[in-house]
């Protein structure tokens, strides 16, 4: 069964479950008044920037039916704003609010928490090549995705 366990895609998949898991359980224990979903949102926000809601739920891997709900919850709630895009008015960019803040810190701090299990008895020198790597391999992997889209968009012209 090594074969299989050992494939870069079930380890990539298998990891990215079990933090998505461990992350759930951490934002319902700790009472955030945020579901996981939306605790993912916010953090997506504080590392990327103000963003349009359709680029958040590409980015997120969710429906925009989905995002628009979670922006909602997360407007009423005074985490969030929303904005006319500049480049286009019929689109809204959304944006952390002033009062994000605490909620944000416990978000992060779960996240900590989730990076030092993964991390176990890795070096420091093991940890960063891992996520050097990692990265690579997203940028690889997001290049060649673009190409592909800017391909299929010449042949479609």
Do not use: Y
């Not at 079930?10 to 933090?19: A, G, Y």
Request: charged share 30%; proline share 2%.
């Amino acid at each position: 069964m090594t074969e299989v366990t050992d494939n870069l895609n079930f380890l990539v998949l298998e990891m990215s479950r079990l933090i998505r898991a461990g992350f759930e359980e951490r934002v319902t224990e700790t009472g955030l008044g945020v579901t996981a979903s939306e605790a993912r949102l916010l953090a997506h926000l504080r590392h990327v920037g103000p963003m349009r809601q359709i680029d958040l739920a590409e980015r997120l891997g969710v429906g925009q039916m989905s995002v628009c709900g979670f922006i909602d919850r997360l407007e009423s709630a005074g985490l969030v704003t929303r904005t006319a895009d500049p480049e286009d008015r019929r689109a809204k960019r959304v944006s952390l609010s002033a009062t994000s803040g605490p909620v944000l810190r416990q978000i992060e701090a779960i996240g900590a928490t989730l990076r030092e299990t993964a991390r176990g008895d890795m070096t420091d020198e093991e940890w960063r090549t891992l996520i050097a790597l990692t990265r690579r391999a997203r940028d690889n992997l997001a290049n060649a995705r673009s190409s592909q889209c800017e391909k299929t968009a010449g042949e479609t012209a």
